[in-house]
Antibody, heavy 119, light 110 residues
Framework: QVQLQESGPGLVKISETLSLICTVSGGSMSPYYWTWIRQPAGKGLEWVGRIYPTGNTDYNPSLKSRISMSLDSVKNHFSLQLKSLTAADTGVYYC?????????????WGQGTMVTVSP | QSVLTQPPSASGTPGQSVTISCSGSSSNVGSSSVSWYQHLPGTAPKLLIYWQNQRPSGVPDRFSASKSGTSASLAISGLQSEDEGDYYCSTWDDSLRGRVFGGGTKLTVL
């Protein structure tokens, strides 16, 4: 069965860039959108953005100026880069599979990785 | 401030039924399918309902959902203690060109 696993540094400094990778095992990356969702400390879920295997991306407008996403269908992983970090970027980051069409939902999620942004 | 509005909390006793609402607008709930997620403490969120009222394999039929206009709702019948957690609605927003979530509803089973 398909599984997702996030990896990346648990601690990053203010003003630096966060880099996370989500590895997809047990299945193909097509024809799905691959998504990052985060949960800031003490708050609800926030959609960060998504990437399609063609390279097309959609980003949260509030984060668009700081985000970059990429996908490697050979290595079966996709990544998130979030620059100019502030303390407000602290939280759990999840990767998820967004299924278009008749499902139109996030049907698979990674376990999440905690990211702390410190001075 | 979330694009979709959910009540911050809901509660019920074991065996009771509870409904969680999700209010949006014509650019999101009114024009796209709504999905619902269960987020239990210490676990990853889980898809409960997709395409308004479809359940993935393994989700009990105690969970159901509906949509009317720019509002959607999740109903849970026969409440169990293991249902305690956070519930989120989500959909696509045509104006924002992105996915949006409700603020989440914390369900307490008394």
């Amino acid at each position: 069965q398909v599984q997702l696993q996030e990896s990346g540094p648990g601690l990053v400094k203010i003003s630096e860039t966060l880099s996370l990778i989500c590895t997809v095992s047990g299945g193909s990356m097509s024809p799905y959108y691959w998504t990052w969702i985060r949960q800031p400390a003490g708050k609800g879920l926030e959609w960060v953005g998504r990437i399609y295997p063609t390279g097309n991306t959609d980003y949260n407008p509030s984060l668009k100026s700081r985000i970059s996403m990429s996908l490697d269908s050979v290595k079966n992983h996709f990544s998130l880069q979030l620059k100019s970090l502030t303390a407000a970027d602290t939280g759990v980051y999840y990767c998820a599979r967004d299924v278009p069409g008749a499902i139109d939902a996030f049907d698979l999620w990674g376990q999440g990785t905690m990211v702390t942004v410190s001075p | 401030q979330s694009v979709l509005t959910q009540p911050p909390s809901a509660s019920g006793t074991p065996g009771q039924s509870v409904t969680i609402s999700c209010s949006g607008s014509s650019s999101n709930v009114g024009s796209s399918s709504v999905s619902w997620y269960q987020h239990l403490p210490g676990t990853a969120p889980k898809l409960l309902i997709y395409w308004q009222n479809q359940r993935p394999s393994g989700v009990p039929d105690r969970f159901s959902a509906s949509k009317s206009g720019t509002s959607a709702s999740l109903a849970i019948s026969g409440l169990q203690s293991e249902d305690e957690g956070d519930y989120y609605c989500s959909t696509w927003d045509d104006s924002l060109r992105g996915r949006v979530f409700g603020g989440g509803t914390k369900l307490t089973v008394l």
